[in-house]
């Protein structure tokens, strides 16, 4: 059973950078995928960013393009979300996903695999 970790998050001004990682245990397959999304409590979950195994392939919601990098490093298995320019509706617990096959997708139900979260609190 793959167990994902997130950490990085916590307080941070508006304006501020944050840099969330996701790591990985148990894991038995070569090649996946690997999301971010964020939920506020009472809202849906929101895709925020997604890559492909190579890393070639990287989609971001419309709302943190520009502001949100993704990547990830095979070598050492996390996943990375680099967060600059943060605003306070960035607030949201995040998460991070593993799809058991490569392809990176924007649909949560794509995912079999899912972080505990990490909360993220921008204060303005």
């Known amino acids: 059973q793959v167990q994902l970790a997130e950490s990085g998050g916590g307080l941070v001004q508006a304006g501020g950078s944050l840099r969330l990682s996701c790591a990985a245990s148990?894991?038995?397959?070569?090649?996946?995928?690997m999301g971010w999304f964020r939920q506020a409590p009472g809202k849906e979950r929101e895709f925020v960013a997604a890559?492909?195994?190579?890393?070639?392939?990287?989609y971001y919601a419309d709302s943190v393009k520009g502001r949100f990098t993704i990547s990830r490093d095979n070598a050492e298995n996390p996943v990375y979300l680099k967060m600059k320019s943060l605003k306070p509706k960035d607030t949201d617990v995040y998460y991070c996903?593993?799809?058991?096959?490569?392809?990176?997708?924007?649909?949560?139900?794509?995912?079999?695999?899912w972080g505990q979260g990490t909360q993220v609190t921008v204060s303005s």
């Open positions: 996903a593993e799809k058991d096959r490569d392809g990176a997708v924007r649909g949560g139900s794509e995912y079999d695999y």
């Open positions: 148990g894991r038995t397959f070569s090649y996946y995928a």
């Open positions: 890559i492909s195994w190579s890393g070639c392939t990287e």
